[in-house]
């Protein structure tokens, strides 16, 4: 590969840190990936592969782990790396500091380091997600001699962080940009092949198009742009294209129907809506073909998919039959856009559109962010639409939105929809903590042909975000978290 | 009235005025001749104007009729207008009137009132009200109510302090009349020219502000309008932009129409302009 | 400076502080009408939370108390100088306006001058030629130029420069990463600078343009240039020494409201140009209800407002001799 | 002698939609070196029109038709526009009416004057400034080193048209044409201005033209007069002659409308209680105090008192600003006086709020100045005469028919009830403003300056009007008016106000011919041509003054 030059890409929104263990934003991670390291990459079929730890095993029973940790690593600034800092990030900092973790750590007994380089992890029963929390998202690794007793929220490094990973914090431009430099010492030989990696705000849509096709631009994370250029930026000259890098997140978009009260409380309405709407047009209109319609709870990239599940098709004749047998009679449904870009927009406008079509007199309700999270926290709407990643494992991103145990006001992540199955509950309980993966399986088809008898939210696709590139870019993508992994191994073509 | 002969002769003013007629009706009788939602998807998108003859100015970005959503924008372009500018005549005349007229303590805590409206960035005030309001067609008129009415307010006033030492209103006094029936009876009619004038104008500020706020998204979701129109057609400028250049269009010829009348109306009724000297 | 004018100064300083107390009272009650809160905005994009973590950020951001207590620390910081610090960046809120301050003073102060430049010289123009083809033509320009929202011209003018000329470019304030420094730095950012600045000032140089327009025409009528003309001046010299100065006295009163105003009012511009000054900065502070950043904008562009006023009123007494800084 | 201006058969076209046809018509007359020719006539008549012709100064919509003006060989109307630049300002200079406004607000004093020596001669800076502070000292300015940089809104009304004589006689000009520039001035400014002009014109030998409508300023100064109608020239002739035995009907007309300066001989009154009575009232108006800086004080009225009873005229002399309207205004409590009492009959006034007040107002009642702006033009006729008895509580009907009423007594059609304000002129509009004050039935009339805005002719029949109504209605009426001439006729006592206070008080007959303060003594003898038709004059003018009594 060639060596050096400078890569472009765009950030949208705007980091709020790049503090990767106590921000989990989107942009936090991409940016923050390249600087923070976790101990194990994964693979674009989720398989791990050495990072910080180069080896690991698990006792028979799965209920202990035990990782080796890779010598001579240093941190950005000299230190050494070493299992101490692997004990202070999981079992202190990221036990605080990331909600996503600590629900899974709770499975873990103990976090203990034999010697410097040996961390062996005590499980309270076997719990089948383990081997995938290692990921730097999930789990990235922070530097102790740093952030011990300190306030972990207002220590100055947040401002300049330091990690393991091939680059260096150099600058934040608050609004503009933030330019990451070549890591000089990185532990793996001959990496990185980039001198610099500059990260541009740009807050507008249509601008980063524009800066795209004008060549101050080199890589357009997924999303970035209005899904309507898509086909338009693809098109250009010495631009390539990819979908891959979202294994591991799958996003799974759905529309919350309140299964608490009103018209979506009955699951003969939910089901209307699943036949009212016309998931291949908006999949071809507004995700230009991208993406896959949806007719499970687990994604099909995800560990346990079910591919032999019955499909929700196109049916506004069958959508208003099921209106006439539960005696529907026009209440008004309220409809919350997710405030995420035109796409969510236009899509809430056509969903409106279809459900009036069959009947259902449905109002949108627009709001804000902050807006959104209230009422879906609150539980104060009738619809609305979300998207959630699955991060590999039904344990980790589907069980959460339908066991009854997560039914908690306050958060729009959770159990929002009100669904509630004993029944359900029970299997997903059994299917994270079974051995071996086939006993996984059983159960984890055994809750997908029920969830998609009961129908508590509306699935609607699988989505893909096409990352949009440079083709001068070489090796931009090479695991399944995509361009939150570092750019540790791409390479410029001159 | 002179001011009509006045303003029937001003070819440009009446020109505004055509166009504004136009608008109105086709705001008011487009949509029940126009049926059907322009929301509806009714063929495929991205039909450039006049390439299909039912759909003359062609399909958006999901298949809507272009041509539908101009016809139902006018109506909410307009109405917004209108509204919001009544209601901040409703504010402000109110205030400057009664500062005016009474002067003193009434009138510093009525001006430092207004001046605090006045200090706050408008489009940043009308934005945050918005947003935190939630977009509706309601919020979305308060909105831009709240941020019009000072300069109502301090028109008035000077019109009010102008005209309160009038010989006119001097003799209503010593005719004993209430204070009430000089504002209304002896001094409102008089500064109404100036206010008619800033209102026509207004009208016209209010639309442009709708359609900014529907362009950051702010809009109500419920109501096609212009600045939503054009708003959803900014990503696909680049496939489509007669999308967004005409629903533009639309919006500087309403706003020039209403411009151009409210330049008419000033000549009309501003006696210093219309070269009449009563003296 | 008279000992007077200082004294003036001083008292419009202190009633400005007034009105930009009830302004920071007012802003912040209704800036906590909206829903959600920044620790919502903040869970919400981590993508996953629950109660634990909420809290943390509310204790951590002061929310957890009562209202009136919380007005109350940020009104006392606040007189003395202190906006709090962002939820979001964890910097002092006046840090990061100062950051974003220059690119605001550059976009609007480049869109201001020119906009008072071109539009003062084209409303002399059409006033002095009043009722020829030059002065229709100023006029109808002006009122389309007036009447067309300035959103959709910044993205016809983006349109149109950037992408099909490729003359300009369309988004940011210089080019990153190309480290230039010294002359060529400032090209740099003279060229991205064109675009934002020439599509904002538009629309001033529109309302200049016709305001000096009908000033001048009004102007004209008055007896002093009877005088001046009865004096045996070429119209020239009547003009730009007897009538513009006059008539320039409005739109300096104009310009001066406006001037403060555009600060904060440069919310469209900058979005659509990626310009990364406080407008901006508002409008993402408003979405992550980060309360402290929204306040300390509206704060301070409200300041600016006031602070433009004064420096008005001031130019103009400078140029008004009939005006004394005292009322 | 040769004449140094010929003014041959000048029309000058008026625009479409203007009062008439032309402004003015065939118009032809001659300015002689070192004369001072008078052009007098009432309002419109067309005085501005042929002064403005001769500068090049009418507005592009307006074009001389016919005639020529024949100044030093060339046509001035044909005249290429620079040749023209070069005389104007230099050999025919120009004075306005309105001091106020003539002068550019922005610049100072010198610079202004500077500017006439910069535009046409080669004189240095030092020069100028010199010629400029020598001019300032020739006409009379106090301080001229100080006033070299005032700005105009720093000086008086007379100052400022003394810095415009200043700069007008810059450079010496042949012509000196001055458009009625003592009109806006008070009668002692007014004499001083007259003063100066002739003294300038002497010593310089400088011919002008002086614009006036005013007969008194023309006995005043004039050598020769034109009398301008409508557009046209009636008259030509010597002042004596002119003044003295008018040829055409209009000039007569115009002579005989002027109030001679004798008070006649007027019955002494019944002694009888007083209607109105004020003790002690003293206003003072404070302006422009900021928070740190000293507001302007002015005292406006300043222990003032009088009586007025019923059947009598008491008048309100003095300078503008003595505190006339002033005290005119608290009377009919339109003003809150400092201190001080106001009686009605027996009822003190001053102190009663607005509620307690309401049934007193009906016994004192005000005519206003302007006629224009005492109407609200959004009202017919009627609706403004019969508003204040509505307001009363008199039932609509029988105020629209106590209306009806009015107009025939102010001698008015009824048809002009349903009319508006700007259908009728000057002098009928004023004559709507008193059947409005008389509508409640009052006790007490006070018009301050009542006639002030009319036209001689138009004045002279108001006053008669007002004078009957008092006969007929045994009112008291207050009469404010800064003319003497005005005042000598109609008041049964004056009382002489300066600086806010009574410095004369008496019987106008006394007052006029034994004036015992020094200011009452100035202000009569400032009043313009007093030799003319006083009773010092000949026996035609005795005829007049009989005619217009
Ligand atoms: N700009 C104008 N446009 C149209 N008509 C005008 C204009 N100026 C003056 N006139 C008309 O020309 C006629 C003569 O006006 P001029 O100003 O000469 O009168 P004047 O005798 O000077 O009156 P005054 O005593 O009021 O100054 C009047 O009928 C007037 O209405
Ligand atoms: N509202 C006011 N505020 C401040 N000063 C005032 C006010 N009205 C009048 N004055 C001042 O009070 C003094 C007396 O004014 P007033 O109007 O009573 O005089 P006047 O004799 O009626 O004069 P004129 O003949 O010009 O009408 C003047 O110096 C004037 O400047
Ligand atoms: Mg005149
Ligand atoms: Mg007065
Ligand atoms: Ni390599």
């Given at each position: 590969?060639e060596e050096g030059?400078?890569?472009?890409?765009?950030?949208q929104?705007?980091p709020p840190?790049?503090?990767?263990?106590?921000?989990?934003?989107?942009?936090t991670?991409?940016?923050g990936g390249?600087?923070?390291?976790g101990?194990?990459?994964?693979d674009?079929d989720l398989?791990?592969?050495?990072l910080l730890?180069?080896?690991?095993?698990?006792?028979?029973d799965g209920k202990?782990w035990?990782?080796?940790?890779?010598?001579?690593?240093?941190?950005?600034?000299?230190?050494?790396?070493?299992s101490a800092d692997?004990v202070?990030?999981i079992?202190k900092?990221?036990r605080e500091?990331?909600a996503?973790?600590?629900?899974?750590?709770?499975?873990?007994?103990?976090?203990?380091?034999?010697?410097?380089?040996?961390?062996?992890?005590q499980?309270k029963?076997s719990f089948?997600?383990f081997?995938?929390l290692?990921?730097v998202?999930?789990?990235p690794?922070?530097?102790k001699?740093?952030?011990?007793?300190?306030d972990?929220?207002?220590n100055p490094?947040n401002?300049?962080?330091?990690g393991?990973?091939p680059?260096?914090?150099?600058?934040?431009?608050k609004g503009?940009y933030?330019h990451?430099?070549?890591?000089?010492?990185?532990?793996?030989?001959g990496?990185p092949h980039?001198?610099?990696?500059y990260w541009?705000v740009?807050?507008?849509?249509?601008?980063?198009a524009?800066?795209?096709?004008t060549?101050k631009?080199?890589?357009?994370p997924?999303?970035?742009?209005?899904?309507?250029d898509?086909?338009r930026?693809?098109?250009?000259?010495?631009t390539c294209?990819?979908t891959?890098?979202?294994?591991?997140?799958?996003?799974?978009?759905?529309?919350w129907l309140n299964?608490?009260?009103?018209p979506?409380?009955?699951?003969?309405?939910r089901?209307?809506?699943?036949?009212a709407m016309?998931?291949?047009?908006?999949k071809?209109?507004?995700?230009n073909?991208?993406?896959?319609?949806?007719n499970?709870?687990?994604?099909?990239?995800?560990k346990?998919?079910d591919a032999?599940?019955?499909?929700?098709?196109?049916n506004?004749?069958?959508?208003k039959?099921?209106?006439?047998?539960?005696?529907?009679?026009g209440?008004p449904v309220?409809i919350?856009?997710?405030p995420y870009?035109?796409?969510?927009?236009r899509?809430?406008?056509?969903?409106?559109?279809?459900?009036?079509?069959?009947?259902?007199?449905?109002?949108?309700?627009?709001?804000?962010v902050?807006?959104w999270?209230?009422?879906v926290?609150?539980?104060d709407?009738?619809?609305s639409?979300?998207?959630l990643?699955?991060y590999?494992?039904?344990?980790?991103?589907?069980?959460?939105n339908y066991?009854s145990s997560?039914?908690?006001k306050?958060?729009?992540w959770?159990?929002?929809e009100?669904?509630?199955?004993?029944?359900?509950?029970?299997?997903?309980d059994?299917?994270a903590?079974?051995?071996p993966?086939?006993?996984?399986q059983?159960?984890?088809?055994?809750i997908?042909?029920?969830l998609?008898?009961?129908?508590?939210v509306?699935?609607?696709?699988e989505?893909?975000f096409?990352?949009?590139?440079n083709?001068?870019v070489q090796?931009?993508?090479?695991?399944?978290i995509?361009i939150?992994?570092?750019?540790?191994t791409?390479?410029i073509?001159? | 009235m002179n001011v009509?002969?006045?303003?029937?002769?001003?070819?440009?003013?009446?020109?505004?005025f055509?166009?504004l007629?136009?608008?109105?009706?086709i705001?008011i009788?487009?949509p029940?001749l126009?049926?059907g939602?322009?929301?509806k998807?009714?063929?495929r998108?991205?039909?450039?104007?006049?390439?299909?003859?039912?759909?003359?100015l062609?399909?958006?970005?999901?298949?809507r009729?272009?041509?539908?959503?101009l016809?139902?924008?006018?109506?909410?372009?307009?109405?917004?207008?209108?509204?919001?500018?009544?209601i901040?005549?409703?504010?402000g005349?109110?205030?400057g009137?009664?500062a005016?007229?009474?002067?003193?303590?009434v009138?510093?805590i009525?001006?430092r009132?207004?001046?605090?409206?006045?200090?706050v960035?408008?489009f940043?005030?009308?934005?945050?009200l918005?947003?935190?309001f939630?977009?509706?067609?309601?919020?979305?008129?308060?909105?831009i109510a709240?941020v019009?009415w000072?300069?109502?307010a301090?028109?008035?006033?000077?019109?009010f302090?102008?005209?309160?030492n009038?010989e006119?209103?001097l003799a209503?006094?010593?005719n004993g009349?209430?204070?009430r029936n000089?504002?209304?009876?002896?001094?409102l009619?008089?500064s109404?020219s100036?206010?008619?004038?800033?209102a026509?104008?207004?009208v016209a500020?209010?639309?442009?502000?709708?359609?900014s706020l529907?362009?950051?998204?702010?809009g109500d979701?419920?109501?096609?309008s212009w600045?939503?129109?054009?708003g959803?057609?900014k990503?696909v400028?680049?496939?489509?932009?007669w999308?967004?250049?005409?629903p533009?269009v639309?919006?500087?010829v309403?706003v020039?129409?209403l411009?151009?009348?409210?330049?008419?109306?000033n000549?009309?009724?501003?006696?210093?302009?219309s070269?009449k000297?009563?003296? | 400076m008279?000992?007077?004018?200082l004294m003036?100064i001083?008292?419009?300083?202190i009633?400005?502080?007034i009105?930009?107390?009830v302004?920071a009272v007012?802003?912040f009650?209704l800036?906590?009408?909206?829903p959600?809160?920044?620790a919502k905005?903040?869970?919400?994009?981590?993508?996953?939370?629950d109660?634990?973590?909420?809290q943390?950020?509310r204790e951590?951001f002061?929310l957890?108390?009562p209202?009136?207590?919380?007005?109350w620390?940020?009104?006392s910081?606040?007189?003395?100088?202190?906006?709090?610090?962002t939820?979001?960046?964890?910097m002092?809120v006046f840090?990061l306006?100062?950051?974003r301050m220059?690119?605001?003073?550059?976009?609007?102060?480049?869109?201001?001058?020119?906009?008072?430049?071109?539009?003062?010289?084209?409303?002399?123009?059409?006033?002095?030629?009043?009722?020829?083809?030059?002065?229709s033509?100023?006029t109808?320009?002006?009122?389309?130029?007036?009447?067309?929202?300035?959103?959709?011209?910044?993205?016809m003018?983006?349109?149109?420069?950037s992408?099909?000329?490729n003359?300009?470019?369309?988004f940011?304030?210089?080019?990153v990463?190309a480290?230039l420094?010294?002359?060529d730095r400032?090209?740099d950012?003279m060229t991205?600078l064109?675009?934002?600045?020439?599509?904002?000032?538009?629309?001033?140089?529109?309302v200049y343009?016709?305001?000096?327009?009908?000033s001048?025409i009004?102007?004209t009528?008055?007896?002093?240039?009877?005088t001046a003309i009865a004096k045996g001046?070429?119209?020239?010299?009547?003009?730009?020494?007897?009538?513009?100065?006059?008539?320039?006295?409005p739109v300096?009163?104009?310009?001066?409201?406006?001037a403060?105003q555009?600060i904060?009012g440069?919310v469209?511009t900058e979005?659509?140009?990626?310009?990364?000054?406080?407008g901006r900065?508002?409008?993402?502070?408003?979405?992550q209800?980060?309360?402290?950043?929204l306040?300390?904008?509206?704060?301070i562009?409200?300041?600016?407002?006031?602070?433009?006023?004064?420096?008005?009123?001031v130019?103009?007494?400078?140029?008004?001799?009939r005006?004394?800084?005292?009322? | 002698?040769?004449?140094?201006?010929?003014?041959?058969?000048?029309?000058?076209?008026?625009?479409?939609?203007?009062d008439?046809?032309?402004?003015i018509?065939?118009?032809?007359?001659?300015l002689?070196?070192g004369?001072?020719?008078?052009?007098?006539?009432?309002?419109?008549?067309?005085k501005?029109?042929?002064?403005?012709?001769?500068?090049?100064?009418l507005?592009k919509?307006?074009?001389?038709e016919t005639?020529?003006?024949?100044?030093?060989?060339?046509?001035?109307?044909?005249?290429e526009?620079h040749r023209a630049?070069k005389?104007?300002?230099?050999r025919?200079?120009?004075?306005?009416?309105?001091?106020?406004?003539?002068?550019?607000p922005l610049?100072?004093?010198?610079?202004?004057?500077?500017e006439v020596f910069?535009?046409?001669t080669?004189?240095?800076?030092k020069q100028?400034?010199e010629?400029?502070?020598s001019l300032?000292?020739?006409?009379?300015?106090?301080d001229?080193e100080?006033?070299?940089?005032?700005?105009?809104?720093?000086?008086s009304?007379?100052q400022?048209?003394?810095v415009?004589?200043?700069?007008?006689?810059?450079l010496?000009?042949s012509?000196l044409?001055a458009?009625?520039?003592?009109?806006?001035?008070?009668?002692?400014?007014q004499?001083q201005?007259l003063?100066?002009i002739k003294e300038l014109q002497?010593?310089?030998n400088?011919?002008?033209?002086?614009?006036t409508?005013d007969?008194?300023?023309?006995a005043?100064?004039?050598?020769?007069v034109?009398v301008?109608?409508k557009g046209?020239?009636?008259?030509?002739g010597?002042r004596?002659?002119?003044?003295?035995?008018p040829q055409h009907?209009?000039?007569?007309?115009l002579i005989?409308?002027v109030p001679?300066?004798?008070?006649?001989?007027r019955?002494?009154?019944?002694?009888?209680?007083?209607?109105l009575?004020?003790n002690?009232?003293?206003k003072t108006?404070?302006?422009g105090?900021?928070?740190?800086?000293?507001p302007?004080?002015?005292?406006a009225?300043?222990d003032v008192?009088?009586e007025?009873?019923?059947?009598?005229?008491?008048?309100l002399?003095?300078?503008?600003?003595s505190?006339?309207s002033?005290?005119?205004?608290c009377?009919v409590r339109l003003?809150?006086?400092?201190?001080?009492?106001i009686?009605?009959?027996?009822d003190?006034i001053?102190a009663?709020d607005?509620?307690?007040?309401a049934?007193?107002?009906?016994?004192?009642?005000?005519?206003f100045?302007d006629?224009?702006?005492?109407l609200?033009?959004?009202k017919t006729i009627?609706?403004i005469i019969?508003?204040?008895p509505i307001?009363?509580g008199?039932?609509?009907?029988?105020a629209?028919?106590?209306a009806?009423?009015?107009?025939?007594l102010?001698?008015?059609?009824?048809?002009?009830l349903?009319r508006?304000p700007?259908?009728?002129?000057?002098g009928?509009?004023?004559?709507?403003?008193?059947?409005?004050a008389?509508a409640h039935?009052?006790?007490i009339?006070?018009?301050?300056?009542?006639?002030?805005?009319?036209?001689?002719?138009?004045q002279a029949?108001?006053?008669?009007?007002?004078?009957?109504?008092?006969?007929?209605?045994?009112?008291?009426?207050l009469?404010?008016v800064?003319?003497?001439?005005v005042?000598a006729?109609?008041?049964?006592?004056v009382?002489?106000?300066?600086?806010?206070?009574?410095?004369e008080?008496?019987?106008?007959?006394q007052?006029?011919?034994q004036?015992?303060?020094?200011?009452t003594?100035?202000l009569?003898?400032?009043?313009?041509?007093?030799?003319?038709?006083?009773?010092k004059t000949?026996?035609h003018?005795?005829?007049?003054?009989?005619?217009?009594a």
């Amino acid at each position: 590969a060639e060596e050096g030059g400078t890569i472009n890409v765009v950030v949208q929104p705007e980091p709020p840190s790049l503090m990767i263990g106590m921000y989990s934003n989107a942009t936090t991670q991409q940016v923050g990936g390249n600087i923070f390291e976790g101990l194990m990459r994964y693979d674009q079929d989720l398989n791990p592969h050495p990072l910080l730890a180069t080896s690991w095993e698990s006792s028979d029973d799965g209920k202990t782990w035990t990782f080796h940790l890779k010598e001579g690593v240093t941190w950005h600034d000299g230190q050494p790396f070493t299992s101490a800092d692997v004990v202070f990030s999981i079992d202190k900092l990221l036990r605080e500091t990331n909600a996503r973790l600590r629900t899974s750590l709770a499975h873990v007994e103990s976090i203990e380091a034999t010697d410097d380089y040996t961390v062996v992890f005590q499980l309270k029963e076997s719990f089948g997600p383990f081997i995938r929390l290692f990921e730097v998202g999930t789990t990235p690794m922070l530097p102790k001699h740093i952030y011990e007793g300190t306030d972990y929220k207002t220590n100055p490094a947040n401002h300049h962080p330091i990690g393991t990973g091939p680059f260096k914090f150099a600058e934040w431009q608050k609004g503009s940009y933030i330019h990451l430099e070549k890591n000089e010492n990185y532990h793996v030989q001959g990496l990185p092949h980039l001198d610099d990696v500059y990260w541009h705000v740009i807050p507008d849509a249509a601008s980063r198009a524009v800066a795209f096709e004008t060549g101050k631009i080199d890589v357009l994370p997924g999303g970035s742009v209005e899904n309507f250029d898509v086909p338009r930026l693809t098109e250009l000259d010495n631009t390539c294209v990819t979908t891959d890098g979202w294994e591991f997140f799958s996003p799974h978009a759905w529309l919350w129907l309140n299964n608490r009260q009103g018209p979506t409380a009955d699951v003969r309405f939910r089901q209307a809506v699943m036949y009212a709407m016309d998931r291949e047009f908006a999949k071809d209109v507004l995700w230009n073909g991208y993406g896959k319609v949806a007719n499970s709870p687990v994604g099909s990239k995800t560990k346990f998919y079910d591919a032999d599940l019955p499909a929700y098709e196109y049916n506004p004749d069958k959508a208003k039959q099921l209106l006439k047998a539960m005696g529907y009679n026009g209440e008004p449904v309220r409809i919350l856009p997710m405030p995420y870009g035109e796409t969510w927009q236009r899509w809430t406008e056509v969903i409106k559109q279809n459900l009036e079509e069959v009947g259902i007199n449905a109002k949108i309700e627009s709001t804000d962010v902050a807006g959104w999270n209230q009422k879906v926290s609150d539980w104060d709407y009738d619809i609305s639409f979300t998207y959630l990643y699955q991060y590999g494992d039904p344990a980790l991103g589907v069980a959460r939105n339908y066991i009854s145990s997560n039914i908690a006001k306050g958060s729009p992540w959770n159990n929002a929809e009100g669904y509630s199955n004993a029944e359900i509950d029970q299997w997903f309980d059994a299917a994270a903590t079974a051995f071996p993966d086939e006993k996984r399986q059983e159960l984890y088809s055994k809750i997908q042909n029920k969830l998609v008898e009961d129908v508590p939210v509306a699935w609607l696709m699988e989505l893909e975000f096409p990352t949009i590139y440079n083709c001068k870019v070489q090796n931009l993508i090479d695991s399944g978290i995509g361009i939150n992994d570092a750019f540790g191994t791409a390479w410029i073509k001159q | 009235m002179n001011v009509i002969r006045a303003l029937t002769q001003n070819k440009v003013a009446m020109f505004g005025f055509a166009v504004l007629l136009l608008l109105s009706l086709i705001a008011i009788f487009g949509p029940m001749l126009y049926d059907g939602s322009p929301w509806k998807m009714v063929q495929r998108p991205f039909i450039p104007p006049f390439a299909n003859d039912r759909f003359l100015l062609g399909t958006d970005t999901l298949g809507r009729d272009v041509l539908a959503g101009l016809i139902y924008g006018a109506r909410i372009s307009l109405l917004v207008g209108l509204v919001s500018t009544v209601i901040a005549l409703l504010i402000g005349i109110p205030l400057g009137a009664y500062a005016g007229y009474f002067g003193g303590w009434v009138d510093e805590i009525l001006m430092r009132f207004t001046e605090v409206f006045q200090t706050v960035p408008s489009f940043a005030l009308a934005v945050v009200l918005v947003a935190i309001f939630e977009p509706s067609v309601y919020s979305i008129t308060g909105a831009i109510a709240i941020v019009s009415w000072p300069p109502v307010a301090r028109l008035v006033r000077g019109e009010f302090l102008a005209l309160r030492n009038q010989e006119y209103v001097l003799a209503a006094k010593l005719n004993g009349q209430s204070h009430r029936n000089i504002i209304l009876k002896e001094i409102l009619p008089n500064s109404l020219s100036p206010i008619i004038v800033l209102a026509s104008l207004m009208v016209a500020t209010a639309i442009l502000l709708e359609s900014s706020l529907s362009f950051l998204g702010l809009g109500d979701p419920e109501i096609m309008s212009w600045g939503y129109m054009i708003g959803a057609a900014k990503t696909v400028i680049r496939q489509a932009w007669w999308l967004s250049f005409i629903p533009g269009v639309a919006i500087a010829v309403t706003v020039l129409a209403l411009n151009l009348l409210g330049e008419g109306l000033n000549e009309a009724l501003n006696p210093k302009l219309s070269g009449k000297r009563e003296h | 400076m008279s000992i007077q004018t200082l004294m003036y100064i001083g008292g419009r300083l202190i009633k400005g502080a007034i009105v930009l107390l009830v302004i920071a009272v007012f802003n912040f009650f209704l800036i906590r009408a909206a829903p959600g809160d920044p620790a919502k905005v903040m869970a919400g994009e981590a993508g996953a939370t629950d109660e634990l973590f909420l809290q943390q950020l509310r204790e951590q951001f002061g929310l957890d108390q009562p209202l009136y207590y919380q007005l109350w620390v940020y009104i006392s910081n606040l007189v003395q100088f202190d906006m709090g610090i962002t939820y979001r960046q964890q910097m002092p809120v006046f840090d990061l306006i100062m950051d974003r301050m220059p690119a605001t003073l550059l976009l609007t102060g480049a869109a201001f001058l020119l906009s008072l430049l071109i539009g003062v010289l084209a409303g002399v123009v059409a006033a002095q030629k009043h009722k020829q083809w030059a002065d229709s033509f100023i006029t109808v320009a002006a009122l389309i130029f007036y009447a067309t929202p300035l959103f959709w011209l910044a993205m016809m003018a983006a349109l149109f420069f950037s992408v099909y000329l490729n003359w300009l470019p369309s988004f940011g304030m210089e080019t990153v990463g190309a480290n230039l420094t010294g002359f060529d730095r400032f090209i740099d950012i003279m060229t991205h600078l064109i675009l934002p600045a020439a599509t904002l000032g538009l629309f001033f140089t529109a309302v200049y343009a016709r305001m000096t327009r009908a000033s001048m025409i009004e102007t004209t009528r008055m007896d002093f240039v009877k005088t001046a003309i009865a004096k045996g001046m070429t119209p020239n010299r009547v003009t730009y020494r007897h009538v513009l100065r006059n008539a320039l006295l409005p739109v300096v009163t104009l310009a001066g409201l406006q001037a403060g105003q555009l600060i904060g009012g440069a919310v469209l511009t900058e979005t659509v140009f990626a310009w990364p000054g406080i407008g901006r900065l508002m409008f993402e502070a408003l979405f992550q209800r980060d309360y402290n950043l929204l306040l300390g904008v509206f704060f301070i562009s409200s300041a600016m407002v006031v602070l433009f006023n004064l420096i008005t009123d001031v130019i103009y007494c400078v140029v008004d001799p009939r005006i004394e800084l005292s009322k | 002698m040769k004449p140094l201006l010929k003014v041959e058969n000048l029309s000058i076209r008026l625009p479409k939609g203007a009062d008439r046809e032309f402004a003015i018509t065939n118009v032809n007359y001659e300015l002689m070196p070192g004369e001072i020719l008078c052009v007098v006539g009432e309002s419109g008549s067309g005085k501005s029109m042929t002064a403005n012709a001769i500068m090049g100064l009418l507005p592009k919509a307006i074009q001389v038709e016919t005639g020529a003006i024949t100044f030093d060989g060339y046509d001035l109307v044909s005249l290429e526009e620079h040749r023209a630049r070069k005389i104007r300002g230099n050999r025919i200079s120009m004075i306005f009416q309105e001091p106020m406004t003539a002068l550019n607000p922005l610049m100072r004093v010198a610079d202004q004057i500077g500017e006439v020596f910069l535009i046409h001669t080669e004189l240095s800076k030092k020069q100028r400034h010199e010629r400029t502070l020598s001019l300032l000292k020739d006409v009379g300015l106090p301080d001229p080193e100080k006033m070299m940089s005032a700005y105009p809104h720093q000086l008086s009304g007379g100052q400022r048209q003394r810095v415009m004589i200043a700069m007008a006689l810059a450079l010496e000009p042949s012509i000196l044409i001055a458009d009625e520039p003592t009109t806006a001035l008070d009668v002692t400014t007014q004499a001083q201005i007259l003063k100066l002009i002739k003294e300038l014109q002497e010593k310089h030998n400088t011919a002008v033209m002086f614009i006036t409508h005013d007969f008194g300023v023309v006995a005043e100064i004039a050598d020769r007069v034109v009398v301008m109608e409508k557009g046209q020239m009636v008259e030509l002739g010597e002042r004596e002659a002119v003044l003295n035995n008018p040829q055409h009907s209009y000039t007569k007309k115009l002579i005989s409308a002027v109030p001679p300066l004798v008070a006649p001989e007027r019955p002494l009154l019944a002694e009888s209680a007083p209607v109105l009575t004020v003790n002690q009232l003293c206003k003072t108006y404070s302006t422009g105090g900021g928070w740190f800086s000293k507001p302007r004080i002015v005292k406006a009225a300043d222990d003032v008192s009088f009586e007025l009873h019923r059947g009598e005229t008491l008048g309100l002399v003095g300078e503008s600003g003595s505190g006339k309207s002033t005290v005119s205004r608290c009377v009919v409590r339109l003003l809150e006086s400092d201190s001080g009492e106001i009686l009605l009959g027996d009822d003190p006034i001053q102190a009663l709020d607005a509620k307690a007040l309401a049934p007193f107002r009906k016994r004192i009642q005000m005519v206003f100045q302007d006629p224009f702006a005492s109407l609200n033009p959004r009202k017919t006729i009627g609706q403004i005469i019969a508003d204040g008895p509505i307001a009363q509580g008199m039932p609509v009907a029988q105020a629209m028919q106590k209306a009806a009423e009015l107009l025939a007594l102010v001698e008015l059609p009824a048809t002009a009830l349903d009319r508006y304000p700007h259908e009728f002129s000057g002098g009928q509009r004023q004559r709507v403003g008193i059947a409005r004050a008389l509508a409640h039935d009052p006790e007490i009339l006070v018009a301050d300056e009542a006639i002030s805005a009319l036209d001689v002719s138009v004045q002279a029949q108001i006053l008669d009007l007002i004078e009957q109504l008092k006969q007929r209605l045994n009112l008291a009426v207050l009469f404010v008016v800064h003319d003497l001439r005005v005042a000598a006729q109609v008041c049964d006592r004056v009382i002489v106000m300066q600086k806010g206070r009574i410095v004369e008080a008496g019987v106008t007959k006394q007052v006029f011919e034994q004036p015992r303060h020094d200011y009452t003594k100035s202000l009569i003898a400032s009043i313009p041509g007093a030799d003319w038709r006083s009773g010092k004059t000949t026996g035609h003018a005795k005829t007049l003054e009989k005619a217009y009594a």
